[in-house]
């Protein structure tokens, strides 16, 4: 893991999505100069990937409440949706 990659991981969701659509906006705008576009696709990416795997951790972590048919509550798995 280099360096770059090691200080992504450290983000937080919002700081990592915040960075990422920075970036976008600024690829987007085509005044980026190839080497710094191609550096920044390359973050993006590592942000894209960090931001993924938030989610899914999130997500794992996430339950759905549940009542049964005598009335008593509990929880079960969030079901993911495709």
């Given at each position: ?5 090691a200080s992504v991981e450290k ?66 798995p969030f079901a993911k949706q495709e």
């Amino acid at each position: 893991m280099n360096e770059q990659s090691a200080s992504v991981e450290k983000l937080s969701f919002e700081d990592a999505l915040a960075e990422l659509e920075a970036i976008v906006r600024n690829l987007e705008s085509g005044k980026a100069k190839l080497e710094d576009s191609i550096t920044a696709y390359e973050r993006g990416t590592a942000l894209k990937n960090h931001c993924e795997k938030k989610l899914k951790e999130a997500q794992g972590k996430i339950e759905k409440l549940s009542i049964s048919p005598d009335g008593t509550a509990g929880t079960a798995p969030f079901a993911k949706q495709e």
